[in-house]
């Protein structure tokens, strides 16, 4: 059949040909590869994002796990709230502003035994009182201020009157 055609027919069948097999190779090889390359080059940056999202968490876990182990050491303290909380008052100086200083009934959270203690400071300032909150926070036993009265006094309203309530954790024994 091909054989019939005349020169110039040949041509026109040759390049329809040539163009036929080129746009196969076009829409059938070249786009949906492109197409693929463009879906695995979308999925490398979601990959990548979620490898960011997992060391981020990593960092966040390695923190908080150094912090439960400090939280863990304290709780392993001995010695009594109420010694520990006397001696700090000692230690920054103003004992004689010492009202009082009473243990609360102990209870049980969570399979740990809870001591508390309620202290009551006299006209002192507020650097004494940022100092005294900054102990309990800095304390070698794991402490927690549960409740802070601040009132100013009648006749220095530069000085103040303080009740606090600082618990500790324990291991039940």
Do not use: C, H, W
């Not at 040949?10 to 070249?30: E, M, P, Q, S, Y």
């Not at 230690?91 to 009551?120: K, T, Y």
């Amino acid at each position: 059949m091909i054989q019939n055609l005349s020169d110039r027919e040949k041509r026109f069948v040759t390049v329809g040909a040539v163009a036929l097999a080129l746009i196969f190779v076009i829409f059938a090889i070249i786009l949906p590869f492109r197409g693929a390359v463009a879906g695995l080059d979308d999925k490398r940056v979601e990959k990548q994002q979620q490898l960011k999202q997992v060391l981020q968490l990593q960092s966040d876990y390695q923190q908080l796990d150094r912090k439960l182990s400090s939280k863990e050491r304290k709780i392993g303290g001995k010695g009594s709230l109420l010694t520990e909380m006397e001696s700090m008052v000692s230690r920054l100086g103003f004992r004689d502003r010492l009202l009082a200083m009473r243990p609360r009934e102990s209870s049980e959270r969570q399979g740990m035994q809870v001591e508390a203690v309620s202290v009551r400071l006299e006209s002192i300032t507020l650097q004494q009182l940022v100092e005294l909150l900054q102990s309990v926070e800095r304390s070698s036993m794991l402490l927690n201020a549960t409740g802070l009265q601040v009132r100013t006094r009648f006749d220095d309203p530069s000085r103040l009157d303080v009740d606090l309530e600082v618990e500790t954790v324990k291991r039940r024994s």
